[in-house]
Nanobody
Framework: QVQLVESGGGLVQPGGSLRLSCAGAGTIFGFVAMGWHRQAPGKQRELVAY???????NYKDSVKGRFTISRNNAENTVYLQMTSLNPEDTAVYYCYAETKLGEVTLKYWGQGPQVTVSS
């Protein structure tokens, strides 16, 4: 049973920084990809950033240069360092992780820490 445990959300002022962590457990072969989505009130969930096991990373345009995703493959942990936060970044941030079972990709989700950017 794969489980993702997140930490690091909270309240921060505009211009501030937060670091989210997500630790995965329950997989023998590790995760082929890990990343973060977010969902703001009244909006659809959107991809923020992800990283593949080989090191490829990708970001939503609006967070490029402000957010940095990194991972520790040995510990199945992914991090999201967020800087220069603004109120538009307020959302629930969901960690996700993917494993492969043959040709089938399985996707797992964390519970989602709340990030609130407000003065």
């Amino acid at each position: 049973q794969v489980q993702l445990v997140e930490s690091g959300g909270g309240l921060v002022q505009p211009g501030g920084s937060l670091r989210l962590s997500c630790a995965g457990a329950g997989t023998i072969f590790g995760f082929v990809a890990m990343g973060w989505h977010r969902q703001a009130p009244g909006k659809q969930r959107e991809l923020v950033a992800y990283t593949r096991k080989g090191g490829f990373t990708n970001y939503k345009d609006s967070v490029k240069g402000r957010f940095t995703i990194s991972r520790n493959n040995a510990e199945n942990t992914v991090y999201l360092q967020m800087t220069s936060l603004n109120p538009e970044d307020t959302a629930v941030y969901y960690c996700y992780a993917e494993t492969k079972l043959g040709e089938v990709t399985l996707k797992y989700w964390g519970q989602g820490p709340q990030v609130t950017v407000s003065s």
